[in-house]
Nanobody
Framework: VQLVESGGGLVQPGGSLRLSCAAS????????MGWYHQGPGKERELVAT???????NYADSVKGRFTISRDHAKNTVYLQMNSLKPEDTAVYYC??????????????WGQGTQVTVSS
């Protein structure tokens, strides 16, 4: 299973970005997908998750500004980020818990995409 992220970049404070992450491979079921970020000198932290029943969970720091969603048919998860702040600057990683042809509930990570919020 591979996760490929896209949509990062440089944006001014108050701006918006949309991240996408597509899962590929011989996928039987995707149980949950999510986004984590890791700022300079910091540990990787949860941003938002969404499960197979569309139940979502957000870090307090992004509630009301970020929205996570899924397209089940495309095995893709999105993160709409609005009202971005400089402290949102980080590498954003996609995560998925997937049952594939060879593994039950494997935990997979994307390669990361840089988001920089700066004027």
């Amino acid at each position: 299973v591979q996760l490929v992220e896209s949509g990062g970049g440089l944006v001014q404070p108050g701006g918006s970005l949309r991240l996408s992450c597509a899962a590929s491979g011989i996928i039987v079921s995707i149980h949950a997908m999510g986004w984590y970020h890791q700022g300079p000198g910091k540990e990787r932290e949860l941003v938002a998750t969404i499960d197979s029943e569309e139940t979502t969970n957000y870090a307090d720091s992004v509630k009301g500004r970020f929205t996570i969603s899924r397209d089940h048919a495309k095995n893709t998860v999105y993160l709409q980020m609005n009202s971005l702040k400089p402290e949102d600057t980080a590498v954003y990683y996609c995560n998925a818990v997937v049952t594939s042809a060879t593994m039950y509930r494997g935990n997979y990570w994307g390669q990361g995409t840089q988001v920089t919020v700066s004027s």
